[in-house]
T-cell receptor, first 112, second 113 residues
Framework: KQEVTQIPAALSVPEGENLVLNCSFT??????LQWFRQDPGKGLTSLLL?????REQTSGRLNASLDKSSGRSTLYIAASQPGDSATYLC???????????FGKGTKLTVNP | GAGVSQSPSNKVTEKGKDVELRCDPI?????LYWYRQSLGQGLEFLIY????????KSGLPSDRFSAERTGGSVSTLTIQRTQQEDSAVYLC???????????FGQGTRLTVV
């Protein structure tokens, strides 16, 4: 059974700092991996999707990497801003399945 | 264009009552998913639709839960004889492709009292 773990559960940083969020998964036979952002009381917003054949994806100040063989992904946020404060969720789509398996998220607070 | 729309946004119901939760996906999106997010828990998969058929219902927690999708569009999640443990945020997502980027609605917060 696929399990997704995100460390740390919470992170507080000063504005302007570069930071890395970590995601690990137990079964490397994934189809793709997505990073989402969830604001309090809101739904999820997809940030980046990495196919299993890809190593990284970039969007603005965000860069996500994938090392499928070791079961790891990282989300790098450059020059963090208070508006980046949210919970960041990692999810994988298992090969042969259509459903997303989520981690429990990292709650990020960027202090002005 | 419009995103995924869910209604109601909040629902308080008495234990034992039936509830219906609605999801309007993005037009043209073939895949539709229901997830549940309980306090302190991660997102839990419930059911997946491809068009009007549900190839994967493995996440439905009991036979009190059912879902349907009509016209390849709107989906309804029905919970019969609600229990307090059903209290959670129910999230719907749609995608233009199987295993593609998922677009989530704002969710329905269900409270069973």
């Amino acid at each position: 059974k696929q399990e997704v773990t995100q460390i740390p559960a919470a992170l507080s940083v000063p504005e302007g700092e570069n930071l890395v969020l970590n995601c690990s998964f137990t079964d490397s036979a994934i189809y793709n991996l997505q990073w989402f952002r969830q604001d309090p009381g809101k739904g999820l917003t997809s940030l980046l999707l990495i196919q299993s054949s890809q190593r990284e994806q970039t969007s603005g100040r965000l860069n996500a990497s994938l090392d499928k063989s070791s079961g790891r992904s990282t989300l790098y946020i450059a020059a963090s801003q208070p508006g980046d404060s949210a919970t960041y969720l990692c999810a994988v789509t298992q090969g042969g399945s259509e459903k997303l398996v989520f981690g429990k998220g990292t709650k990020l607070t960027v202090n002005p | 264009g419009a995103g995924v729309s869910q209604s109601p946004s909040n629902k308080v119901t008495e234990k034992g009552k039936d509830v219906e939760l609605r999801c309007d996906p993005i037009s043209g999106h073939t895949a539709l998913y229901w997830y549940r997010q309980s306090l302190g828990q991660g997102l839990e998969f419930l059911i997946y639709f491809q068009g009007n058929s549900a190839p994967d219902k493995s996440g439905l927690p009991s036979d009190r839960f059912s879902a349907e999708r009509t016209g390849g569009s709107v989906s309804t999640l029905t919970i019969q004889r609600t229990q307090q443990e059903d209290s959670a945020v129910y999230l719907c997502a749609s995608s233009p492709l199987i295993r593609g980027k998922a677009f989530f609605g704002q969710g329905t917060r269900l409270t069973v009292v």
